[in-house]
Nanobody, 115 residues
């Protein structure tokens, strides 16, 4: 059983930056992948960024060039650096881990970007 705890959400002005972190139980290097998803009110949950076991990354088109996903294996932590934030980035952000092809989710952290 993998437990994920997100932190770092909050209120930020458009154009600002924020970093989300997700602390995982277990050895994250052994996970198939980890990622960040988000869900805005009235919308479906969508992939923001993902990093696979051997560090291949992929991003949603809407965040390319602004967000960077990274992993600290020593601290079992997944990070998401978010720059040039826009009001449309407002959502609940969820950490995801895939371990032995089973999906695990954090409780979510709210990001609100004001215009």
């Amino acid at each position: 059983q993998v437990q994920l705890v997100e932190s770092g959400g909050g209120l930020v002005q458009a154009g600002g930056s924020l970093r989300l972190s997700c602390e995982a139980s277990g050895n994250i290097f052994s996970f198939n992948a980890m990622g960040w998803y988000r869900q805005a009110p009235g919308k479906e949950r969508e992939l923001v960024a993902r990093i696979a076991r051997y560090a291949t990354t992929n991003y949603a088109d809407s965040v390319k060039g602004r967000f960077t996903i990274s992993r600290d294996n020593a601290k079992n932590t997944l990070n998401l650096q978010m720059n040039s934030l826009k009001p449309e980035d407002t959502a609940v952000y969820y950490c995801n881990a895939v371990d032995n092809y089973i999906n695990y989710w954090g409780q979510g952290t709210q990001l609100t970007v004001s215009s």
